[in-house]
């Protein structure tokens, strides 16, 4: 057991730098969990990463509010809605499956890879500088991606950032400010469902929180240090993992 946690530590670790960075750290942390722990159920492993999720997260967003402001209001309503969202995604994934997503999921991921790499100055530059815009956007982004968080999961760090910078005009790392704290309440919102259920192994979930939050303090100086340049291209990577991964559930599992 201790070869497994040290493991799954090291995925976590490497999860936390990479969804600092533009979001996805799910696509290398809950393979791993699911793979390295098959004789727990997959409410329990995904419970448990749900907690590294979180204080990766966590340390990320502190360190993104220190160069991207947040007023207070906004703050509380994305939030609240998020977590909600979340919450009510969880539940309905314990009632019904969502294999009938997945394939409408892939085909809006194709397109989002194919939109940036092919427009070049995709989130290299504010076109809302003063981050103003109509709450009822903001708002929106943060029930539907709340609800993908907790129903389906993969990549809705990356569909934050995405849509903070088509809908709302954010660059790259106003997008990823706004996307954590978000990304933070959806955390929140599956992890309390989880705990209400008890299915979450402290064991394994404790080590692994620590190391996903050094990979979430350290991933997010690397962006904000390398710019909105080096996030485009984390962001295009995390997007094709996104597919393959989608692909794979669709096609073969």
Known sequence: MTTTIILLCFFAFFAGLVDAVVGG???IQTPAGLILLPNNSVAQVIGSLKIPSFTGTFFAART???KVSIPLVRLAIFTSIAFAASFTGSLCLTLVSNKFMKPVILLVLI????YTYTKKDFGQASKNENL?????KGALICLVLGFYDGFIGPGAGSLLVLAFITWLGF??????????????ATNLGSITLFLLKGTILWP???PMAICNAIGGI???KLAMAKGNKFIRT????????????LGYDVFLH
């Open 25 to 27: 750290g799910g696509l």
């Open 64 to 66: 993104y509010l220190k």
């Open 111 to 114: 397109g989002v890879a194919i």
């Open 132 to 136: 103003s815009f109509p709450m009822y």
């Open 171 to 184: 660059d790259f790392l106003q997008a990823n400010a706004h996307a954590k704290v978000v990304n933070l």
């Open 204 to 206: 394994v979930a404790i």
């Open 218 to 220: 350290i991933g997010s």
């Open 234 to 245: 984390v962001f295009l990577i995390v997007i094709l993992g996104t597919l393959c991964r």
